[in-house]
């Protein structure tokens, strides 16, 4: 069984910066994207940013020019460099990673606090 490890996340101040880091526990062939997500006390998991197989990027729109997520396919592994952090991106950052045949992973998650 595939294990996704997340770490990086942690207490910081607004306008401060935090790397999360999502690696799987074993090689996944053939991934069609790697994603981040988060879900924040009393509030829906929203998609935060996604990378497809090729590369293509998506963000949600309020971490634009903000966040970057990228990926090292020869480590499975996925990150997002989340910069200028403000309060409302507080939550729990869950990382996921779907194969090209429809196999779904999900990390643990990691807490990110962002103070004001």
């Known amino acids: 069984q595939v294990q996704l490890v997340e770490s990086g996340g942690g207490l910081v101040q607004a306008g401060g910066s935090l790397r999360l880091s999502c690696a799987a526990s074993?090689?996944?062939?053939?991934?069609?994207?790697m994603a981040w997500y988060r879900q924040a006390p009393g509030k829906q998991r929203e998609l935060v940013a996604d990378?497809?197989?090729?590369?293509?990027?998506n963000y949600l729109d309020s971490v634009k020019g903000r966040f970057t997520i990228s990926k090292d396919n020869a480590k499975n592994t996925v990150y997002l460099q989340m910069n200028s952090l403000e309060p409302e991106d507080t939550a729990v950052y869950y990382c996921?990673?779907?194969?090209?045949?429809?196999?779904?992973?999900w990390g643990q998650g990691t807490q990110v606090t962002v103070s004001s």
């Open positions: 074993r090689s996944i062939s053939s991934i069609n994207s």
């Open positions: 990378i497809g197989r090729y590369g293509s990027t």
């Open positions: 996921n990673i779907r194969t090209v045949m429809g196999n779904l992973y």
